[in-house]
């Protein structure tokens, strides 16, 4: 069985106080899936701006795949997360 790679964003900013916390969250989720690849964006350089305006995304952090934004302004769970990325997946399965 082929395991699609899923590329998880996550977008942050300088000053955000809970950015760090989204980090450590994404970054655990890593290491638990072998079938995710994650991009942290911050959203001050304008290319990564651009992406997270494209997606709707107006505060950080913001965790998106594909073209669909999962939590925006919150810090999931790893569980959560992961979850949403199963849902997601399995959407594109059919």
Excluded: H, W
């Amino acid at each position: 069985m082929v395991t699609t790679m899923l590329e998880l964003k996550l977008f942050v900013q300088q000053k955000c106080p809970k950015c760090p916390a989204a980090k450590a969250v994404a970054e655990e989720l890593k290491k638990r899936r072998n079938d995710v690849e994650l991009r942290i964006l911050d959203i001050s350089d304008r290319e990564n701006y651009l992406t997270a305006l494209m997606l709707q995304i107006s505060s950080t952090p913001a965790f998106s795949v594909g073209e669909e934004t999962l939590f925006v302004g919150e810090v999931p769970t790893v569980d959560d997360l992961s979850r949403k990325l199963d849902e997601y997946s399995s959407r594109l399965k059919k």
